[in-house]
């Protein structure tokens, strides 16, 4: 059985940061293209970052682009997102989800690609 479980959100002030984390089971991890996507209340499920699967290619949304990073471990079956400099239009629930592509691709950031997705944790930025 496929689990992601995301971690790591919480309330935080405009300016501050975050690191939230997506912890995997049931798959071979290092297989998968990870990624974060992210829905605000009212709004349509977002792209936000995705990371290959050695980790030697990243894409940023550009609303996030300079601010967010991606980045995984797989001896841990991990994907991380660092956010810095954080806004209250980055308020949303996070969600991680796997994709068994080989790689990253401009399709990457369509949320049917993706073939597992995590439960989403809660993020509130406040101004």
């Known amino acids: 059985q496929v689990q992601l479980v995301e971690s790591g959100g919480g309330l935080v002030q405009a300016g501050g940061s975050l690191r939230l984390s997506c912890a995997a089971s049931?798959?071979?991890?290092?297989?998968?293209?990870i990624a974060w996507f992210r829905q605000a209340p009212g709004k349509e499920r977002e792209f936000v970052a995705a990371?290959?699967?050695?980790?030697?290619?990243?894409f940023h949304a550009d609303s996030v682009m300079g601010r967010f990073t991606i980045s995984r471990d797989n001896a841990k079956n991990t994907v991380y997102l660092q956010m810095n400099s954080l806004k209250p239009e980055d308020t949303a629930v996070y969600y991680c989800?796997?994709?068994?592509?080989?790689?990253?691709?401009?399709?990457?950031?369509?949320?049917?690609?993706?073939?597992?997705w995590g439960q989403g944790t809660q993020v509130t930025v406040s101004s």
């Open positions: 989800a796997a994709d068994p592509s080989s790689t990253i691709s401009p399709g990457s950031h369509y949320s049917s690609v993706y073939d597992y």
């Open positions: 049931g798959l071979t991890f290092s297989t998968y293209v």
């Open positions: 990371i290959s699967r050695s980790s030697d290619s990243t």
